[in-house]
């Protein structure tokens, strides 16, 4: 199967009997990443986590009164 990395539209081949493969053609949503791309963006992920401008926000929880 040929694929394309959406960030910088390297085309790569991938088997078409993996997982990743699978999910790719039964779920249009789900994009593709070369190893680059995903190497580059985790590394850069984690300095930003150390540095401490990283923020995950969680959804509030509401506390129902009649539960």
Do not use: A, Q, Y
């Given at each position: 199967m040929r694929v394309q990395c959406f960030i910088c539209e390297k085309?790569?081949?991938?088997?078409d009997d993996s997982p990743l493969a699978k999910k790719l053609r039964n779920r249009p949503i789900h994009t593709y990443l070369c190893d680059d791309c995903n190497h580059r963006i985790t590394e850069r992920t984690e300095i930003r986590k150390q540095s401490g401008q990283f923020r995950l926000y969680e959804p509030k929880k509401v506390e129902d009164d009649w539960i």
């Open positions: 085309i790569d081949t991938i088997d």
